[in-house]
């Protein structure tokens, strides 16, 4: 520990003026002095002086008190001054400069205060000593003092632990008292640990504690009060008395005053034991008189008789990284970072005491320390630290895409460290820690809040989600405050995955770039696009942008993946900037950049309405002039607020949307709410008309009967016309109105001319006769048929008559023929079915009656099929009626050119000479050349057979074909019309072919001359 002067904030006067209490603010901003005069006067950080103020007397009359001790609270904001007339005040002082300063407490006591001490974990509590020997605890809260402890002796001196969990007591008799905080509630917490040889003036706990008085020794005992470590000046005459003691924040070192000096000691961390660094002296200082440490350990402030106040530079050793911060080690277990730039710092402290070892700064942002046990993590624009259990220094990388966590990689093991706090938060096992391959969203946007109605919706809490891979085709995201996983396969190899600020949504795409989405909480997955070149969330909110070549997609209800915005764009999407009101989309155009302006009132809505924040919700839409998508947005929220039971908001916007029933509807709604007091939404008219709005009548009937209410419920259902369902009720509810309102619903069908409900009701009553009656009267003569089939009636022929004859007249002529073959009128029967088209049913009964018009009608069932497209099954139906012409064209239509080719061989020749051309036809089509000729020659034309494979260059074949089938003559003028032919086209070599083949050259000299092919003609 090196002590180094830096600057004198008090000069020393001509005669005594004791420096009486020091103080530092926990902040490290203030630190007050206060002199004889009980001046309080308050420095900053630099030194300067700002401020000061007179403390006040405990009554009115003269100043004849001194101020012995002052402290700070937790967070700085309030100052304790203890004074030797009785009293102890608190000071409210506020954080800023120029606050107003006030007294909030004040403990008026019956002995003068001798010291005082604000421990760090009390924040409510000051600790103090009196002069009768008492130590008293100063409650702000209810502005009470309460004995902690008492003694018969003088208390000198009063000193806290670095963690403000105890204090120590010095008393005049040299007794030393142990006072821990933990043990007040059960058992004796004050414990007498030590007796001093002399007057313990100076005391202080840190590591140890430390006492010393006018012995010239410097003790430390341990919190049980056994000896550590002795140093004895009593052989030195420079040594006077020493007078107090203040260790620095870290407990490691100490600093004891004396008369113009000031010994400093540290802690031997490998050793345990305590050092002697040295003296440090100080010409005409006189008697130190106070001490106190800045409480990142860099500062220490002297105070002395004559009221002269130093001020020491206290480190180990200073550095700096990169020429861009300063690291100070105060202890081995604690640096100050510095940014130089601007002054930005932060400590860096082992709360295990460890000595760091090692310090790096990652992207001027993110400090990492390492120490032999932990590892220590730090933000230094949110000041913000973390120390975790740690075991392997230096072998493990780091990820710092997200600003609230630290990503530590080791051995295939990602661990997540959140800033701020001192635990692991989670651990994960992957081997893809790019930052395309990671996402992590630490309390961006809260879970989704519960609603009574929601079962599935997520507790309130944190919110902290995690997505990575567990290899290339899996992703896995998982909860890491519940340790939920959601595990996502895929078929591709995954490139680029995100999940949104809520966590419930995650985005992912292949190295196909196809874009899907995987919702976490219903574990449903969609593809947005099938070809993607860049994709985002918009900030702070579930809008989603991606580029598909041209296009720039915007998905403002991503619950909706069907519902996409496009825009036209030149050039490539670079970024999203969200801000100030406006949501812009970056798209580089190669000379220019271009912005794209996205709908911000879309955005807010879409948050809104996913948080759930109806009534911003309705403030954004009502900014809104009324058109298709705002009208679209009305709906949304509108459903929203009816699935969610907030009828005052649906009510609303059933008035936007100009649904003026529906809003008269849920105001009524909303009047029952508001008059059934604290049950609201639970009482059972409003639960009722609320399943009657959603159309669930069976629901509202089961809460209207629950109560009793059957009027209210037959009521409902007439109110909807289900008068079958209001009689139904009556009937199960025994009403004494049952059997006159069947009655009078019948008669109300009757006047309504509504027979086939009437029929039904009187099939349901079974009276089939009736109901049959009433099936024909309304012009339903099939389900009269089915009544008498399906209740076995057809012993009654006049009844069987009378449907057959209103199924012909309705044009269901095979029912009727059903009937009428029921009745043995068979040639009725099988007229009907020819009537009907119902050829199986007639074929079957022909051949079971009329033999004779089997034939006929099989080729009448096949020239119907033919004109229902279903040639297919024509053709069967020809040859069963011997009609080979027509199954041979049905063949052909049909393409089953082999079926045709059979059929065709049973013609005569005459006969089949049009089929054969049209079967060579076909193959001539489908290059099946030598069949083609086959049947060309079938057909006796043996001339296109040739022009065949003239067109396909096949000369040898088309000349043997010729030759064979032709007169020379007719050869000679066949081939000299296809060569002009060939002439016209431009094809000359194969002219000249056709002319030497029937030995015509000068044909073909004459041609070549035409076309001034001299060279050819020549050569002719």
Not at 346 to 369: A, H, M, P, W
Not at 561 to 572: E, F, L, M, N, S
């Amino acid at each position: 520990m090196q002590l180094t002067y830096m600057q004198s904030l008090m000069q020393a006067s001509d005669g005594i003026h004791k420096v009486t209490a020091l103080a530092y603010s926990p902040s490290d901003k203030r630190l007050a002095v206060c002199t004889v005069d009980r001046i309080v006067t308050l420095f900053d950080e630099n030194g300067e002086k700002r401020d000061k103020f007179s403390t006040k007397p405990a009554d009115k009359g003269p100043k004849n008190y001194v101020v012995r001790a002052m402290a700070f609270s937790p967070d700085s904001s309030r100052l304790a001054i203890a004074q030797s007339d009785n009293i102890v005040f608190v000071y409210k002082l506020g954080l800023e400069w120029g606050d107003k300063k006030s007294i909030c407490n004040k403990f008026l006591q019956s002995s003068p205060i001798t010291a005082l001490v604000w421990p760090m974990s009390r924040p409510n509590e000051v600790v103090y000593g009196l002069a009768e020997g008492k130590v008293k605890i100063g409650v702000l809260r209810s502005n009470k003092p309460a004995t902690l402890y008492t003694t018969d002796s003088y208390v000198v001196a009063i000193s806290p632990n670095t963690d403000g969990t105890g204090t120590v007591s010095a008393h005049l008799d040299g007794s030393i008292h142990r006072f821990i905080f933990a043990e007040a509630g059960g058992g004796a917490a004050n414990t007498k640990i030590a007796h001093h040889p002399c007057v313990p003036y100076a005391l202080a706990w840190g590591h140890n504690i430390v006492v010393a008085g006018n012995d010239s020794q410097v003790v430390f005992y341990d919190q049980d009060g056994g000896v550590e470590r002795t140093f004895d000046y009593s052989n030195d005459p420079k040594c006077k008395e020493f007078s107090c003691a203040a260790f620095n924040p870290t407990g490691e070192s100490v600093v004891v005053g004396n008369f113009d000096s000031f010994y400093t000691y540290t802690l031997n961390n490998r050793t345990e034991t305590w050092d002697d660094v040295g003296v440090k002296s100080v010409p005409n200082l006189y008697t130190v008189t106070a001490l106190a440490w800045k409480h990142d350990g860099s500062r220490l402030a002297v105070g002395a008789l004559t009221g002269v106040l130093d001020q020491y530079d206290a480190c180990i050793r200073r550095s700096r990284y990169k020429g861009k911060f300063e690291f100070t080690y105060v202890s081995l277990s604690q640096v100050i970072v510095k940014r130089l730039s601007n002054g930005t710092r932060i400590i860096l402290k082992s709360l295990y005491g460890c000595e760091i070892t090692k310090i790096n700064i990652f992207q001027d942002r993110y400090v990492i320390g390492n120490t032999s046990e932990t590892l220590l993590l730090g933000d230094l624009e949110t000041l913000k630290l973390s120390e975790v259990q740690w075991h392997a220094p230096g072998k493990e990388k780091f990820v710092f895409d997200n600003p609230s966590v630290c990503m530590v990689y080791h051995a295939g093991e990602l661990s997540l460290i959140e800033y701020g706090c001192n635990e692991v938060l989670g651990s994960v096992r992957t081997e893809h820690i790019s930052g395309h391959l990671l996402s992590v969203r630490i309390n961006e946007r809260p879970p989704r809040q519960a609603s009574p109605d929601d079962p599935n919706a997520p507790p309130e809490g944190e919110n902290k989600q995690i997505a990575y891979l567990l290899d290339t085709q899996t992703i896995n995201v998982k909860d890491l405050c519940a340790q939920a996983n959601a595990t996502v396969n895929h078929d591709s190899k995954v490139d680029w995955l995100e999940l949104n600020s809520r966590g419930n949504l995650l985005l992912f795409r292949d190295k196909r770039r196809h874009l899907h989405l995987y919702d976490t909480e219903s574990q449903t997955r969609h593809t947005l696009l099938n070809f993607c070149t860049y994709v985002q969330w918009v900030p702070e909110s579930d809008v989603v942008v991606a580029q598909n070549r041209s296009n720039l997609c915007v998905w403002y209800n991503i619950h909706a993946p069907d519902q996409v915005t496009v825009h036209q764009i030149r050039g490539d999407v670079e970024e999203i900037e969200r801000g100030d009101g406006r949501t812009e989309v970056i798209v580089d155009e190669g000379i220019s950049a271009a912005s794209y302006l996205l709908d911000e009132a879309l955005i807010q809505f879409g948050g809104a309405i996913d948080d759930r924040d109806y009534v911003k919700a309705i403030e954004i839409l009502e900014t809104l002039e009324m058109s298709p998508e705002a009208e679209g947005m009305w709906r949304q929220l509108s459903d929203q607020a009816m699935a969610h039971s907030h009828i005052a908001i649906a009510e609303r916007c059933a008035a936007a949307l100009g649904d003026v029933s529906r809003a008269r509807y849920l105001h009524r709604v909303n009047k029952k709410v508001t008059e059934a007091g604290d049950i609201g939404l639970d009482h059972w008219s409003v639960r009722a008309s609320m399943a009657i709005l959603q159309k669930d009548l069976r629901q509202a009937e089961d809460v209207l009967l629950a109560q009793g209410q059957t009027d209210d419920t037959i009521a409902m259902y007439k109110t909807v016309h289900q008068f079958d369902e209001a009689i139904a009720v009556a009937e199960s509810r025994k009403h004494p109105d049952a059997t006159r309102m069947r009655q009078d619903y019948f008669q109300h069908l009757l006047d309504t001319r509504q027979e086939e409900k009437a029929a039904m009701f009187k099939e349901n009553e079974q009276d089939y006769d009736k109901a049959i009656s009433l099936y024909l009267q309304g012009g339903l003569p099939a389900k009269a048929a089915n009544v008498i089939k399906t209740r076995n009636m057809m012993s009654n022929t006049q009844l069987l008559d009378r449907v057959a004859t209103a199924l012909t007249s309705a044009g269901l002529h095979d029912r009727a023929g059903e009937f009428y073959e029921e009745m043995d009128q068979l040639q009725r029967a099988l007229d009907s079915y020819q009537k009907g088209n119902a050829y199986r049913q007639a074929v079957e009964l022909s051949r079971r009656h009329f033999p004779s018009q089997v034939v006929e009608l099989q080729e009448a069932w096949g020239d119907w099929l033919v004109s229902q497209k279903q040639i297919d099954m024509a053709i069967n139906h020809y040859i069963e009626a011997n009609c080979s012409t027509k199954a041979i064209e049905a063949a052909l239509n049909a393409r089953q050119w082999v079926k045709a080719a059979q059929f065709i061989e049973n013609l005569d020749t005459e006969s089949a000479k049009p089929y054969h051309k049209q079967l060579a036809r076909h193959y001539e089509e489908s290059k099946q050349l030598e069949q083609a000729e086959k049947f060309y020659v079938a057909a006796q034309a043996t001339q296109l057979a040739v022009e065949m494979y003239t067109k396909n260059n096949l000369w040898e074949k088309a000349h043997k074909l010729a030759t064979s089938y032709m007169s020379e003559r007719e050869v000679g003028m066949l081939y000299i019309s296809q060569a002009q032919r060939m002439e016209a086209q431009g094809k000359l070599k194969e002219a000249e072919r056709l002319y030497l083949t029937v030995n015509e050259p000068d044909l073909a000299i004459n041609m070549y001359k035409k076309q001034r092919k001299y060279d050819a003609m020549v050569r002719l």
